[in-house]
């Protein structure tokens, strides 16, 4: 529910859920062994609950690594933020 918050907090997040049953390729290509399964530009996975903090730091490091700066891009949104 975290990158769903995130993804309405901001235009520049987008999350998107899906039906492993329903959409069983897709589950196969990002190996989904487990849920909630989380991937993050492609890069970054979670496999089960995670902290949301840990979850939003790892947010942060992959948008520093999508946009090579090795920085956060910005700040988290107040809404964001727990």
Same mark, same amino acid.
């Given at each position: ?19 492993? /049953?329903?959409? /069983? ?5 990002? /190996? ?51």
């Amino acid at each position: 529910m975290t990158a769903h918050r995130l993804a309405l907090a901001s235009p520049r997040v987008r999350s998107t859920s899906v039906e492993a /049953q329903e959409f /069983q390729e897709l589950a196969r290509y990002y /190996q989904v062994s487990a849920v909630p399964k989380i991937v993050l530009n492609d890069r970054v996975e979670f496999m089960g609950a995670v902290p949301e903090p840990v979850f939003l730091e790892a947010v942060f490091a992959a948008v520093a690594e999508s946009n090579g700066t090795g920085e956060p891009a910005s700040e988290a949104p107040a809404e964001a933020t727990p």
